[in-house]
């Protein structure tokens, strides 16, 4: 189960008490880490197939697209981005995901209230069930009706309905060998007004209230001779927006893009990062480039070539360069800690100043929560090493006895 965007430092009694006491009496994994970037829709294929996106294809929230001579950014989140995906490259993700791992072995249903990009990139090629509001799907790509998945609301009322519907008709009837359910809260609501605001705590409420019919179902299932595996987590953090820039913008000015629509170099926002594109013809502007982005005060850090290795990235298909936004610890005015800038565009304006965002390096965005309750997993202790997205399929994989080759991710330590 995933709560979406919710911190690691907001896991607290006072915040979501079921979440905290379920924390207390499992395994706490306290330095959990995000991908980069640190957002949503990458993430989701990294969860799903124990890669980083170097190796599995999906580079963003956002991504670039061979379009004849040049290359296009496309929003990952629009439900047809799956079938750009598969035209451009004859494939959608590099890799398998749990689903298609699972097909033979009792299935995958994965339910999820973000956006289309982030519930199909978890079984873009339809092996298991995705439930999801814009449409739902099973093994083969079937249509499910409105009598085999419910059309939830994109808001806290959506994710209770879809958390009740998990419950009564996943996990205490259909009972797949993997069953995901993957909240839009609090993260919608941590989007929707300053960090530490009545809204984001009402956010987290709603998650602490869907999380508590869950476990509530899981205890059901063990009392019935079920062995259960419950990973509770999170994708990524967020933090407090100081300031936007439009780096695609930046670069015309420059002189070192066409125009603000051309596709001889183009810019990818992720919120607190982006990633950038160069067209076959433009490669010898990269240094440039480069140099131009090392020397704003905006971005922190620049990453070209072999050197997006280190931050799970690959240079591939015109993807020639990463770079972070600037940030800082800095408290907002509800004393949460946490700023940054952001990369913003005029097709992804992204959040106002004050607002919650992620999508970089900042200590926070890139720290979600993650717990392990049963299968093996120690309860009432602290794993404090470093354990990433990327170990969740392999935990999983390892809980069913099943192969784990190809994977980035190691499995998790129990105790
Ligand atoms: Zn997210």
Redesign the pocket.
């Known amino acids: 189960m995933i709560c979406?965007?919710h911190r690691n430092d907001f896991v607290r009694a006072d915040t979501c008490p079921n979440i905290s006491g379920f924390a207390e009496r499992s395994r706490r994994f306290a330095n959990h880490r995000a991908i980069f970037p640190s957002?949503?829709r990458a993430?989701a294929a990294a969860i799903a197939t124990g890669c980083w996106p170097a190796n599995h294809g999906l580079h963003g929230n956002t991504m670039g697209l061979p379009d004849g001579e040049g290359v296009r950014v496309h929003d990952v989140g629009d439900p047809a981005f799956v079938g750009k995906l598969r035209h451009a490259f004859g494939r959608t993700l590099k890799v398998p995901t749990m689903a298609e791992r699972l097909a033979p072995h009792g299935g995958a249903v994965i339910a999820s209230n973000?956006s289309p990009g982030?519930a199909y990139f978890q079984d873009p090629d339809n092996f298991g069930h995705v439930v999801h509001r814009a449409g739902s799907f099973g093994p083969g790509g079937r249509v499910l009706g409105p009598d085999e998945a419910p059309v939830v609301s994109h808001d806290f009322a959506g994710d209770e309905a879809l958390a009740e519907w998990f419950v009564s008709d996943v996990l205490l009837q259909r009972r797949p060998r993997l069953s995901v359910l993957w909240l839009a809260n609090p993260?919608l609501g941590m989007h929707a007004g300053p960090l530490g605001s009545q809204m984001h705590l009402d956010a987290i409420a709603c998650a602490d209230r869907a999380f508590a019919r869950v476990e509530s179902a899981v205890e059901t299932m063990r009392a019935e001779g079920e062995d259960v595996l419950f990973l509770l987590g999170?994708?990524?953090g967020q933090e407090t927006v100081r300031e936007r820039v439009a780096v695609a913008a930046r670069l015309v000015a420059a002189g070192l893009k066409e125009s603000a629509d051309s596709t001889d170099v183009v810019v990818a926002p992720q919120g607190g990062s982006g990633l950038l594109y160069v067209a076959p013809n433009a490669q010898s502007r990269i240094p440039d480039i480069i140099a131009f982005l090392r020397a704003q005060p905006y971005i922190a850090e620049v990453f070209h070539g072999a050197e997006m290795l280190h931050i799970g990235q690959r240079p591939e298909n015109g993807l020639a360069i990463a770079f972070a936004m600037a940030r800082s610890a800095e408290p907002n005015p509800f004393g949460v800690p946490g700023q940054i800038t952001i990369c913003v565009s005029d097709e992804k304006p992204g959040k106002p100043e004050g607002f919650g965002s992620?999508g970089g390096l900042g200590d926070f965005e890139r720290h979600p929560f993650l717990i392990a309750n049963g299968g093996g997993f120690a309860p009432g202790t602290v794993e404090h090493g470093v354990t990433r997205l990327i170990d969740i399929a392999p935990t999983v994989m390892r809980y069913l006895g099943l192969p784990r080759d190809g994977m980035d991710g190691l499995a998790l330590p129990q105790f």
């Open positions: 979406d965007g957002a949503t993430s973000v982030a993260d999170s994708d990524h992620h």
